[in-house]
């Protein structure tokens, strides 16, 4: 069993539920809008399923970067190699990765988002392999599995090693609406077949835009009078929103009611409280493109409290043609197992005017 090097950004995907589409340089911003950490979670969940593994070591950093997850999941085998002066930042972890190299790490498990995969990247480079476990907002990345228990899975088994890209994406372009991504390497990444994510794809050909207005028509037949639309993020959904003659926020969740927009870039709060004044709400979401995530990437403002309130039933999946052929499974991480496991083995997903395609849902172990 490998010597793995673990360490955790505390404020990974702090940005998500209150609307900020990424948390770089928003650490206290998130924590003003009512923000709440969850990166040691998600650590937590990976954690638990390696402890009992024989012979597993770690090397971690002192304090909220590793060493208080690792107390409370009960793991003692393992030894603090870096301590961060306070609250950890980007040199934190770039200074974290470099200690794990010297002393000898196999593998780097980090637990983050697409910046903390950028940040471990540059130190790491392609000297030793670097699995991340998801945390963040966006995670474009294809260096991610496809949830934390599936990095358990990854490193529980007989993983290969093959190549990841690292990408991240401008969040101050992205919180205008303008998704720009940039490709910063190329890491060499422990997978397993269905496990670990692939990089997002973005489908811009002409049969594409096509199939999106079709989607958009029978969407704009089917929605119901005073019903609550809460519209997730892409341009699948953008095409409904234009049909129904109202401008979208592109990479942002947004309620309709009969037509209008009651609430635009909503984060999770405004979500609650809509649904609890609107009780019949539907979902509208489209998964990433090659990705296939239905929740948990880039639209976390739609969190397990919201889908409780409007109900597993009454999420509409939409997706051309050419997303689906590229995204042969689809996945939810939306944090709460339960929530994922409610889907089932598939959903229905509407890739046309009356046309729906039933795809397969990934099964967490």
Request: hydrophobic share 40%; aromatic share 6%; charged share 25%.
């Given at each position: 069993?490998?010597?793995?090097?673990?360490?955790i950004?505390p404020?990974?995907?702090?940005g998500g539920s209150?609307?900020?589409k990424?948390?770089?340089?928003?650490?206290?911003?998130a924590?003003r809008r009512?923000?709440?950490p969850?990166?040691q979670d998600?650590?937590?969940i990976?954690?638990?399923a390696?402890?009992?593994?024989?012979?597993?070591t770690?090397?971690?950093?002192?304090?909220?970067?590793?060493e208080?997850v690792?107390?409370?999941?009960g793991i003692?085998?393992y030894?603090?190699?870096?301590?961060?002066?306070?609250?950890s930042?980007a040199e934190?972890t770039m200074?974290?990765?470099?200690?794990?190299v010297r002393e000898?790490?196999?593998?780097?498990l980090?637990?983050?988002?697409?910046?903390?995969?950028?940040?471990?990247f540059?130190?790491?480079d392609?000297s030793?392999?670097?699995l991340?476990?998801?945390a963040g907002?966006k995670?474009?990345?294809?260096v991610?599995?496809?949830?934390p228990?599936?990095?358990a899975?990854?490193?529980s088994?007989?993983?290969?090693?093959?190549?990841?890209?690292?990408v991240?994406?401008?969040?101050?372009?992205?919180r205008?609406g303008?998704?720009?991504?940039r490709?910063?390497?190329?890491?060499?990444?422990?997978a397993?077949?269905?496990?670990?994510q692939?990089?997002?794809q973005?489908?811009?050909?002409?049969?594409e835009?096509r199939?999106?207005e079709?989607?958009?028509?029978?969407?704009a037949?089917?929605?119901?009078?005073d019903?609550?639309?809460?519209i997730?993020?892409g341009t699948t959904?953008e095409a409904?929103?234009r049909?129904l003659?109202?401008?979208?926020t592109?990479?942002g969740v947004?309620a309709?009611l009969n037509?209008?927009?009651?609430a635009a870039?909503a984060?999770?709060?405004t979500l609650?409280?809509?649904?609890e004044k609107?009780?019949?709400a539907?979902?509208i979401?489209?998964?990433i493109?090659?990705?296939?995530?239905?929740?948990?990437?880039?639209?976390?403002q739609i969190s397990?409290?919201?889908?409780?309130?409007v109900g597993?039933?009454?999420?509409?999946?939409?997706?051309?043609p050419h997303?689906?052929r590229e995204?042969?499974?689809l996945?939810?991480?939306?944090?709460?197992p339960?929530?994922?496991a409610?889907?089932?083995p598939?959903?229905?997903v509407?890739?046309?005017?009356?046309?729906?395609?039933?795809?397969?849902?990934?099964?967490?172990?």
């Amino acid at each position: 069993m490998p010597v793995i090097g673990f360490l955790i950004n505390p404020a990974a995907g702090m940005g998500g539920s209150v609307g900020l589409k990424g948390t770089d340089g928003k650490t206290d911003e998130a924590r003003r809008r009512g923000a709440v950490p969850h990166a040691q979670d998600r650590a937590a969940i990976t954690l638990a399923a390696l402890r009992d593994l024989p012979d597993l070591t770690f090397l971690s950093c002192g304090g909220e970067m590793g060493e208080v997850v690792l107390e409370r999941c009960g793991i003692s085998r393992y030894r603090i190699a870096y301590t961060p002066r306070g609250a950890s930042t980007a040199e934190d972890t770039m200074e974290a990765v470099r200690a794990f190299v010297r002393e000898g790490a196999d593998l780097i498990l980090f637990c983050g988002g697409d910046g903390t995969a950028r940040d471990v990247f540059a130190a790491a480079d392609r000297s030793i392999p670097v699995l991340g476990i998801p945390a963040g907002v966006k995670m474009y990345s294809a260096v991610f599995a496809v949830d934390p228990a599936a990095a358990a899975g990854i490193l529980s088994g007989s993983y290969t090693i093959t190549d990841g890209e690292v990408v991240d994406v401008d969040e101050t372009a992205y919180r205008s609406g303008t998704l720009a991504t940039r490709l910063y390497g190329i890491a060499r990444v422990p997978a397993r077949a269905g496990m670990t994510q692939p990089a997002k794809q973005v489908f811009e050909e002409t049969d594409e835009e096509r199939a999106k207005e079709e989607i958009a028509r029978f969407m704009a037949e089917v929605m119901l009078p005073d019903t609550l639309y809460l519209i997730g993020a892409g341009t699948t959904t953008e095409a409904i929103a234009r049909r129904l003659g109202i401008e979208k926020t592109l990479l942002g969740v947004d309620a309709v009611l009969n037509g209008q927009i009651i609430a635009a870039d909503a984060d999770e709060k405004t979500l609650l409280y809509l649904t609890e004044k609107y009780p019949d709400a539907r979902i509208i979401v489209s998964p990433i493109g090659a990705q296939g995530f239905i929740l948990g990437r880039g639209s976390q403002q739609i969190s397990p409290a919201v889908v409780r309130k409007v109900g597993i039933h009454r999420i509409i999946v939409v997706a051309t043609p050419h997303k689906l052929r590229e995204t042969p499974t689809l996945y939810v991480d939306s944090g709460d197992p339960a929530i994922d496991a409610g889907f089932g083995p598939s959903v229905q997903v509407i890739s046309g005017y009356r046309i729906a395609q039933r795809k397969k849902i990934h099964q967490a172990l």
